[in-house]
């Protein structure tokens, strides 16, 4: 079972299933809602997901037709995004859990997008676009 919750912990969730492959999504979207130089993603099984507290200080924002980026209202942490196209799947904040996890990035997405001023050092695979998008 994964915890997490947002910076100020008045949201709280449990996930109990596995991470998948954890991104890290360069798009200028993502850079924007983090404040950083990418956003650290994986996608999970929103029937495995719940929240333990808080959901009421959930906040949804639609970034584009058909996608959610979920914060918390109270202190802004970006919690997960959600495409109304994939109801199952969830982008989780990797950044939100608390729990310890051995899982590791595994890609970047996005990385033709990547801020003028990031570094690729990390040696990891590059998409211009999505996963299944070509190797930069």
């Not at 959610?68 to 969830?90: M, N």
């Not at 939100?96 to 970047?108: C, E, G, K, N, V």
Request: with cysteine; glycine share 8%.
């Amino acid at each position: 079972m994964l915890q997490g919750c947002c910076l100020c912990e008045r949201i709280q969730y449990e996930y109990s299933g596995e991470l998948g492959p954890i991104a890290m999504c360069h798009c200028s979207q993502c850079r924007r809602a983090q404040g950083s130089a990418f956003a650290t993603n994986s996608p999970i099984l929103a029937s495995q997901f719940r929240f333990t507290a808080g959901q009421e200080s959930v906040k949804e924002y639609e970034s584009r037709p058909g996608k959610k980026r979920a914060f918390c209202r109270e202190c802004g942490s970006p919690l997960y995004s959600r495409l109304d196209s994939k109801p199952d799947v969830l982008r989780l904040r990797i950044g939100t859990l608390t729990t310890p996890i051995d899982a590791r990035p595994s890609h970047h997405i996005y990385a033709n997008s990547a801020a003028e001023w990031f570094e690729f050092t990390d040696g990891l695979p590059r998409f211009a676009e999505l996963e299944d998008g070509p190797l930069v």
